[in-house]
């Protein structure tokens, strides 16, 4: 079965970067691009972009252009949300997600990151 | 970019039929497909709907949904609502360059 493993929780201060893994399982990583999607407290779902694990080419939502930095590693079948000089307002959950025929049908279990001096 | 506009919210009683609507700001409704998402709290996001109207595998037929272009809005439909249908629900759609755009989400009450 489709399975996408998240890291844990992350604390930064605010300017530092984070990184947030995804472990992929149950299927052809490279077959099918991944999408990073967030979510701030009590907020509703944010689109940041997508990676197509075959090709490694990106496309970034233009709020996140220049400071976000999506990567894989085929070898392992990990795919990889950095997210640069952060803000408080970067607080939130990140969802890894695969797409499949256009929508998101397999989403990671999400990854709390907290920005905070 | 183009935006994806919900009411924030909707309530009705069991049984009874809710309709959810999302309007896309620019460009046309029927241009890129549509996807609904619902969300439980502390749950990462479902697909009940694709394609505007195809439903994945065991979403329950009382989830459909609908494009209207005279709007330039679609719209989930869920009927015989159960206590259990009690989400927060999100629009999906993208562009020609494959930007992607949720909706701003609707938190339904089943009461």
């Known amino acids: 079965q489709v399975q996408l493993v998240q890291s844990g929780a992350e604390v930064k201060k605010p300017g530092a970067s984070v990184k947030v893994s995804c472990k992929a399982s149950?299927?052809?990583?490279?077959?099918?691009?991944m999408h990073w999607v967030r979510q701030a407290p009590g907020q509703g779902l944010e689109w940041m972009g997508w990676i197509n694990p075959n090709s490694g080419g990106t496309n970034y939502a233009q709020k996140f252009q220049g400071r976000v930095t999506m990567t894989r590693d085929t070898s392992i079948s990990t795919a990889y949300m950095e997210l640069s000089r952060l803000r408080s307002d970067d607080t939130a959950v990140y969802y890894c997600?695969?797409?499949?025929?256009?929508?998101?049908?397999?989403w990671g279990q999400g990854t709390l990151v907290t920005v905070s001096s | 970019n183009f935006m994806l506009t919900q009411p924030h919210s909707v309530s009705e009683s069991p049984g009874k039929t809710v309709t959810i609507s999302c309007t896309r700001s620019s460009g046309s409704i029927a241009s890129n497909y549509v996807q609904w998402y619902q969300q439980r709290p502390g749950s990462s996001p479902t697909t009940v709907i694709y394609?505007?109207?195809?439903?994945p595998s065991g979403v329950p037929d009382r989830f459909s949904g609908s494009i209207d272009s005279s709007s330039n809005s679609a719209s989930l439909t869920i009927s015989g609502l159960k206590t259990e249908d009690e989400a927060d629900y999100y629009c999906?759609?993208?562009?020609?360059?494959?930007?992607?755009?949720f909706g701003g989400g609707t938190k339904l009450t089943v009461l």
């Open positions: 997600a695969r797409e499949v025929e256009r929508q998101l049908a397999y």
């Open positions: 149950g299927y052809t990583f490279t077959g099918y691009y």
């Open positions: 999906q759609s993208y562009d020609s360059s494959s930007y992607w755009v």
């Open positions: 394609e505007d109207n195809q439903r």
